[in-house]
Nanobody, 128 residues
Framework: QVQLVESGGGLVQAGGSLRLSCAASTRAFTWYGMGWFRQAPGQEREFVSAITKWTGSSTYYADSVKGRFTISRDNAKNTVYLQMNSLKPEDTAVYYC????????????????????WGQGTQVTVSS
């Protein structure tokens, strides 16, 4: 069983930045594809970003965050990050970190059903 613990959420004004962290309790972290999803009140969970296993050579973003958010990973720290810049009120949501134990090929999944482990979520609130 893998535990994922997110941190870094909070309240920020529009245009501001936050960096989310997700620490994984597994020595096999390098082999996991990692993703970030979010869920706003009354809405379904949606994909935000993903990064491939190993070196994280490939990254994926939802169109709504492309150019503003950056995903990265530090395998030595078993941690994945989401740097969020130019935040907008519509980015307000609970952000979840997820781990895919069986990533296909050299890609990372943008589908929540492909992920095996989930964190508890961290609230991000962007005020206008």
């Amino acid at each position: 069983q893998v535990q994922l613990v997110e941190s870094g959420g909070g309240l920020v004004q529009a245009g501001g930045s936050l960096r989310l962290s997700c620490a994984a309790s597994t020595r096999a972290f390098t082999w996991y594809g990692m993703g970030w999803f979010r869920q706003a009140p009354g809405q379904e969970r949606e994909f935000v970003s993903a990064i491939t296993k190993w070196t994280g050579s490939s990254t994926y973003y939802a169109d709504s965050v492309k150019g503003r958010f950056t995903i990265s990973r530090d395998n030595a720290k078993n941690t994945v990050y989401l740097q969020m810049n130019s935040l907008k009120p519509e980015d307000t949501a609970v952000y979840y970190c997820a781990a895919d134990a069986r990533p296909k090929g050299t890609s990372a999944s943008m589908t929540d059903l492909e992920y095996d482990y989930w964190g508890q979520g961290t609230q991000v609130t962007v005020s206008s």
